[in-house]
């Protein structure tokens, strides 16, 4: 297909080299990603080709489709236990890539953050009085050192506050200052 193979392509995909790339997977199965190189079939390396597949053309991939209830809660759960290793707990969610939940945290820890925080002064005062738990959002900070110190004590964060709050595609239409029964 390519008469020089010491040239690694780089960028974006073309439908053509999704084409042999799908035409590699049919007859091998997902697999053998360097052979793809070595026997001339793509300028891509064997990496590039493998996260392709993972990322983009495996037909069990859901792309567009938000996150269920059960999805949201594995999500916080494992990445509790797991801290940040995405594709770890991307094994737990068919179809979803690393990515995807990587996005999925990072979207949710914000729009937590975001009904948290408190107006002026008057509206601590309103929350103080209701008895309303309001967490910080350091509370959401866990496992910073799980990948980077293996010395580090082992945190267990506390999440139990995280079932007070309704599925994320309602969270737009909640006051934080009500109570989690008046949602």
Known sequence: ?????????????????????????????????????????????????????VNKLRPNLKTGIKFSAEEERTIIDLQAQYGNKWARIATYLPGRTDNDVKNFWSSRKKRLARSLQMAPSSSNKQVEASGVHAP???????????????NAPSVTPDISFIDDFPPMDIFDHIDPLQSPSEW
Request: glycine share 6%; with cysteine; aromatic share 10%.
């Open 136 to 150: 910080s959002f350091e509370a959401l900070e866990f496992n910073k050192n799980s990948s980077r110190d293996k």
């Open 1 to 53: 297909m390519y008469d020089n193979m010491s040239e690694i392509k780089k960028g974006p995909w073309k439908e053509e080299e999704d084409k042999v790339l799908l035409s590699h997977v049919k007859k091998y199965g997902p697999r053998e990603w360097s052979s793809i190189r070595s026997k001339g079939l793509l300028h891509r390396t064997g990496k590039s080709c493998r996260l392709r597949w």
